[in-house]
T-cell receptor, first 112, second 113 residues
Framework: EAGVVQSPRYKIIEKKQPVAFWCNPISGHNTLYWYRQNLGQGPELLIR????????DSQLPKDRFSAERLKGVDSTLKIQPAELGDSAVYLC??????????FGPGTRLLVL | KQEVTQIPAALSVPEGENLVLNCSFT??????LQWFRQDPGKGLTSLLLIQSSQREQTSGRLNASLDKSSGRSTLYIAASQPGDSATYLCAVPSQGGSEKLVFGKGTKLTVNP
């Protein structure tokens, strides 16, 4: 069974540039999560989807971050414009309802 | 607000040693607790999930215990191996029945051959 797929794995951009991350969850998982993990810290939830609906986006900086999950499967997380402080690892996870979460390998973002 | 603390932040042990990682949380009204493993440059892998009604869970050489009343959990690793080297994180729901997980900063474990 394929796990959670994320792309790209690494991204280096200059500040003020836009960037997008893509996530393909495990087949059949209706719940999808985006986390941000800063160096030396645990992951922090940015947004959680149940099917197409964003049910928890309280930690998403809405002035520059946006996310979508069309058709309740793949999801895209976008940052525009990126700031130096956005450098982090962005993790996607999926689960069937509220059962155990399965994490992807993450996208490591460096903003110069 | 739920806060999770993990001690120690880093641990280095010789191969074969038994070890204990600690996790504490401020809001004891949780319905489960999870321990995750994270290898460098990789995502997280769930190791053990303890329901609030359970006191411990075992998987191979790993044993996790949960004491809700004191807000503590421990992860016991028996006969450690170099392949156990990774960062171990614990996570609990942010409040009550919330699906939002709050993670600790993790304990970086190094097992020396």
């Amino acid at each position: 069974e394929a796990g959670v797929v994320q792309s790209p794995r690494y991204k280096i951009i200059e500040k003020k540039q836009p960037v997008a991350f893509w996530c393909n969850p495990i087949s059949g998982h209706n719940t999808l999560y985006w986390y941000r993990q800063n160096l030396g810290q645990g992951p922090e939830l940015l947004i959680r989807y149940e099917n197409e609906e964003a049910v928890d986006d309280s930690q998403l900086p809405k002035d520059r971050f946006s996310a979508e999950r069309l058709k309740g499967v793949d999801s895209t997380l976008k940052i525009q414009p990126a700031e130096l402080g956005d450098s982090a690892v962005y993790l996607c996870a999926s689960s069937f309802r509220t059962e155990k979460e399965y994490f992807g390998p993450g996208t490591r973002l460096l903003v110069l | 607000k739920q806060e999770v603390t993990q001690i120690p932040a880093a641990l280095s042990v010789p191969e074969g040693e038994n070890l204990v990682l600690n996790c504490s949380f401020t809001d004891s009204a949780i319905y489960n607790l999870q321990w995750f493993r994270q290898d460098p440059g990789k995502g997280l892998t769930s190791l053990l999930l303890i329901q609030s009604s359970q006191r411990e869970q075992t998987s191979g050489r790993l044993n996790a215990s949960l004491d809700k009343s004191s807000g503590r959990s421990t992860l016991y690793i028996a006969a450690s191996q170099p392949g156990d080297s990774a960062t171990y994180l614990c996570a609990v729901p942010s409040q009550g029945g919330s699906e939002k997980l709050v993670f600790g900063k993790g304990t970086k474990l190094t097992v020396n051959p």
